[in-house]
Structures are given as structure tokens and as C-alpha cells.
């Protein structure tokens, strides 16, 4: 058997058995697509069933394609010397090389596997790395140098992309989204969050989602859509535009992540009105209940003091939102997306639609605002006033 044959038939084995754990190919030739560096496979599991996943590594982005493992055996064979001079393979059963030289002569060699586990191939795995720091678009977005190491300025950044992606496979492990997600982050700024969620979906989830990102500031806009178009993020885009007049057709998630003051309001009426599947928002500012604060209960004496006042608006102003969250439909929680240590803009609501209190709870959830309401002196929460209209 030629060298190239033996190292297939180890791929085909390993894949057939559920050892295969991961191949790299290297030392691309002139042949291969202009600046393709790498191609890295490794096993997932589809709904369709056991894939292998395809990452091309190109110069500045990414790209992942799925194929089933005859399929992907194809691919292998016509990559192999032709346009990749170099494979390793790794299983659970053996580890493979295959080396050619610029003359066309090719080395196979196997030894003893460098790591025995079986692959675990769910996209959920809790030790899969959610995010690779090596991805292109986070160096163009400053959280990277070039060599894919988070810089030591962007390590709190790094942390809250990741927290927030944790939040976002534990709320879809339980509601799973269709393949093709219509997705809405509003108040997107610079986007970290915006990319972090869309390189998830489509390179761990193997979904094929739009995301838009809505954001007032025209050169953020411009320089994240530059940005996606370099990493070859086909479906997702930015618009400049207000939160108030963006109208979606279809939303099957909502994103709202430090949108300032009732910037987060607007948002979460979006979402309602297009009766988002799930809602994930983090408020920022809280201006205008505290304005309108005038305590009339027992905590008056305690909220003279301004700080304990702005800290008692803040709870009030989200405590509300979940509540009226709650009034239509959906069922919430409210927690710290990330310790203080990081942000003082911690607090996260989550919501998932459908699966919330039905009838009377509802009209308990707005007993429950309606109190709040007279015990603090607020007249009106800026979410009641957009969700009448
Ligand atoms: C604090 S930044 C948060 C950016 C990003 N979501 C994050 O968490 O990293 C809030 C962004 O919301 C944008 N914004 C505020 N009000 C908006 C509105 N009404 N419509 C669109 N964008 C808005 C601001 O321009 C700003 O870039």
C-alpha cells in the first residue's frame, strides 16, 4: 500500500471505530487557495449524525465545512501531497504522519497514540475551548497580538466573551434555536460580543445563523462589517441604526449587552413584539426610574442617601424588566453575568419565551409591577409605556 493509502485507511479506521481525535494538515503548496495556512479536523456530532469538521485556516479568518466520514476521506485524499505536504493524525488507537518531500516522495510512520481518551465529540463539551483565541478577528478587534495570545489589556474583556458564551451553550443547550437563527444584538459598539457569538454558532454549533448587530455609532459599523468580511462572516452584518426603528421581520434571539439606559428597554420591546424566542440582556445605566424615584415605603430612610438610592433604582429598573418579561410569556432569570471584579455592569436577565407563567400568573406579574411602582413613587417604567404601543 502506498504511504498516502496507509495513512487514509488509519483516517477511515479511526473514524469507523470513534478514535479519530484530530488531524492537521501543514506546509500548504502553491496548489492550495491563497493564503490557506491550515486545515484542522476534528469530529462532532450532528443532529444528522457523526461529522467531521473541516476548519480552514486561512490568513485572516476562518471557515468550517462538516462532512460525513466518506466524504471527508475524499477531501483527505485530495488535499494530500497535492496541495499539503504534511499530516498528522491522532486517535485513541494510533498516532499517523504523512511527510512529502518537495519531490512528490512520501513517508508514513505511525507510533504509540499521544492520548488515549475517546473523543468527545458534542459541541456542548464542557472541556472544548468555546472560543479559539487564534481566530483572526480578535486580533483585528485588539483582544489578541498575532500570534493569537491574549493581550494582558484585554484579559478582562477575554473573560466576559467567554462567560457570555458559556451563558449562551448552557441557554441553547436547553432551547436550541432553528439552524438558521435570525439574531439581533442591539447596542452592538465595537462588536466583541457580536463576533464571539457568531464564530460560536457556526464554528461550534454548525449553525448557519444571520446576526445583525444594531448600533448607532457609523465607524464602529463600518469597521465591524469590514472586520466580518475579512473573516469571511457571511451571515453576520451591522447597521448603523437607531434601536427604536429597527423593525425585524423574523427574531429568534434577542442580545441587548450594556445598552445604555432605556436603550435597553427599546430592545426588550423588540424582542417581546417579535416574540424572541430567547432574550439575553445585560443593562447598562439606569437613569430613568431613578429620576422618577420618589420612595414612599420603608426603605425612604435608607434611600436618602444617593447611593443607596441609585443602587436600589438599578434593582428596581431590572427587577421590573423581568417582571413585565414575565407578564408576557416568558420565563426569567436574573444573575451575575460577571463578577464585579471585571465590570461594575454585571447584571445579566435571561429570558426564554413560551415556557413563562400562563394567564393568571401573568396578570400576578402585573399586580407585582404595579406595587413596586406605588411603593417607590415611579409614575411609569419606560418598558411599560413601549410595550403598549
Ligand atoms: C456600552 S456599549 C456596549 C457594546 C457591546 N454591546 C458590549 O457589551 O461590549 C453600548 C452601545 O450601544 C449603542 N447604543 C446606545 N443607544 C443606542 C440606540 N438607541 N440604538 C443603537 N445603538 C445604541 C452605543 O452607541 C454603544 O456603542
Keep these: 500500500m502506498l504511504p498516502p493509502d496507509q495513512f487514509l485507511d488509519i483516517f477511515r479506521t479511526a473514524c469507523a471505530a470513534g478514535h479519530f481525535l484530530k488531524c492537521t494538515l501543514g506546509k500548504p503548496t502553491d496548489a492550495a487557495p491563497e493564503e ?5 479536523l476534528r469530529p462532532v456530532t450532528l443532529k444528522a449524525g457523526p461529522r467531521i469538521a473541516f476548519t480552514y485556516r486561512y490568513r485572516t479568518r476562518d471557515e468550517v465545512k462538516n462532512f460525513t466520514h466518506d466524504e471527508a476521506a475524499s477531501q483527505l485524499k485530495a488535499l494530500l501531497g497535492i496541495q499539503f505536504l504534511n499530516a498528522d493524525l491522532f486517535s485513541a488507537e494510533t498516532d499517523a504522519s504523512l511527510a ?3 519531490t512528490g516522495k512520501a513517508v508514513f510512520s ?8 475517546p473523543p468527545d465529540t458534542r459541541h456542548d463539551r464542557k472541556k472544548q475551548r468555546l472560543l479559539d483565541p487564534a481566530a483572526p478577528w480578535l486580533h483585528a478587534l485588539g483582544i489578541t497580538n498575532k500570534q493569537g495570545i491574549v493581550l494582558p489589556t484585554a484579559q478582562d474583556k477575554w473573560k466576559q466573551i467567554n462567560k457570555y458564551l458559556e451563558i449562551i451553550e448552557s441557554l441553547l443547550r436547553t432551547h436550541p434555536l432553528p439552524t438558521d437563527a435570525r439574531i439581533a444584538d442591539m447596542g452592538s459598539g465595537k462588536g466583541y460580543l457580536t463576533f ?16 445583525t448587530g444594531i448600533e448607532l455609532r457609523q465607524n464602529l459599523v463600518d469597521f465591524c462589517n469590514q472586520t466580518a468580511r475579512e473573516a469571511g462572516f457571511d451571515g453576520l452584518r451591522f447597521v448603523a441604526q437607531d434601536i427604536a426603528d429597527y423593525r425585524p421581520e423574523r427574531l429568534d434571539m434577542l442580545i441587548a449587552l450594556h445598552a445604555c439606559d432605556i436603550a435597553t428597554d427599546l430592545a426588550l420591546a423588540t424582542g ?6 430567547i432574550v439575553v440582556a ?8 431613578r429620576r422618577d424615584m420618589a420612595t414612599q415605603n420603608e426603605l425612604a430612610p435608607v434611600l436618602r442617601h444617593g447611593i443607596l438610592e441609585e443602587r436600589q433604582a438599578e434593582i428596581v429598573t431590572d427587577g421590573i424588566r423581568a417582571l413585565l418579561l414575565e407578564a408576557n410569556g416568558y420565563k426569567t432569570s436574573v444573575f451575575e453575568f460577571i463578577s464585579t471584579e471585571h465590570t461594575a455592569k454585571n447584571v445579566m436577565i435571561t429570558a426564554i419565551a413560551g415556557s413563562g407563567k400562563a ?9 407585582k409591577v404595579a406595587a413596586l411602582k406605588a ?3 415611579i409614575r411609569e417604567h419606560y418598558l411599560e409605556r413601549l410595550l403598549r404601543t
Design 282 to 289: 445585560a443593562p447598562c445605566c439606569h437613569k430613568q426610574v
Design 359 to 367: 394567564g393568571g400568573q401573568q396578570a400576578a406579574a402585573l399586580e
Design 272 to 277: 417581546i413584539h417579535a416574540r424572541a424566542g
Design 36 to 40: 490557506l495556512k491550515n486545515i484542522y
Design 110 to 117: 505511525t507510533k504509540k497514540p499521544a492520548n488515549s481518551a
Design 196 to 211: 464571539a457569538l457568531y464564530d460560536f454558532l457556526t464554528n461550534r454549533l454548525a449553525m448557519q445563523p444571520q446576526v
Design 375 to 377: 411603593g417607590f413613587g
Design 100 to 102: 512529502f518531500s518537495k
